[in-house]
């Protein structure tokens, strides 16, 4: 089956450094995305990783172990506009399927 | 480049009703994927479609379905409205199958009365 596991809510304080997991266990896996939403607006792509390691965006980075079934959404220095949710998402080698977590809320406060 | 676009923005249906709700992808996109965003369920995949070819359906009752044209627009339908229908849902358009990134519409919000 499909599972994909993130926490449901995270707090940071602006300026910070915060970290998201996501575990997934797919069939046909093939790369693991990150949406940003605001609420009340449409999914945003931030990232998307195949290959294990680390993928660097500005303030936002992502991580993947394949091995392990996790990825990481990482953001620095928080500002008050990244209070949003976070989705993550596995993709299927069979085509755009996307198997989405529940996302996590992340909440930045001054 | 216009952005992904999904018409109507809103709607407001009564249960037992029927409802098509387009989505206009990218230009230079075909492959197009549906979702629904419920509060309960989060986001769920419907169906993807690329040349006019349905790849992949989602675990959802035959009362919804869809369609790809020509020109890679998609419009997608559900029949006999139930109240759990209700919902946010999502278009997003890629170049093909399998590249890397896909881009939501803004969504049409359904709500059954």
């Known amino acids: 089956g499909q599972n994909i596991d993130q926490p449901t809510e995270m707090t940071a304080t602006e300026g910070a450094i915060v970290q998201i997991n996501c575990t997934y266990q797919t069939s046909g896996f093939n790369g693991l995305f990150w949406y940003q939403q605001h609420a009340g607006e449409a999914p945003t792509f931030l990232s998307y990783n195949v290959l294990d390691g680390l993928e660097e965006k500005g303030r936002f980075s992502s991580f993947l172990s394949r091995s392990k079934g996790y990825s990481y959404l990482l953001l620095k220095e928080l500002q008050m506009k990244d209070s949003a949710s976070y989705l993550c998402a596995a993709s299927s080698w069979t085509g755009n399927m996307l198997t989405f977590g529940g996302g996590t809320r992340l909440m930045v406060k001054p | 480049k216009a952005g992904v676009t999904q018409t109507p923005r809103y709607l407001i249906k009564t249960r037992g009703q029927q409802v098509t709700l387009s989505c206009s992808p990218i230009s230079g996109h075909r492959s197009v994927s549906w979702y629904q965003q419920t509060p309960g369920q989060g986001l769920q995949f419907l169906f993807e479609y690329f040349s006019e070819t349905q790849r992949n359906k989602g675990n959802f009752p035959g009362r919804f379905s869809g369609r790809q044209f020509s020109n890679s627009r998609s419009e997608m339908n559900v029949s006999t409205l139930e109240l759990g229908d209700s919902a946010l849902y999502l278009c997003?358009?890629?170049?093909?199958?399998?590249?890397?990134?896909?881009?939501f519409g803004p969504g049409t919000r359904l709500t059954v009365t």
């Open positions: 997003a358009s890629s170049f093909q199958p399998g590249t890397n990134e896909q881009y």
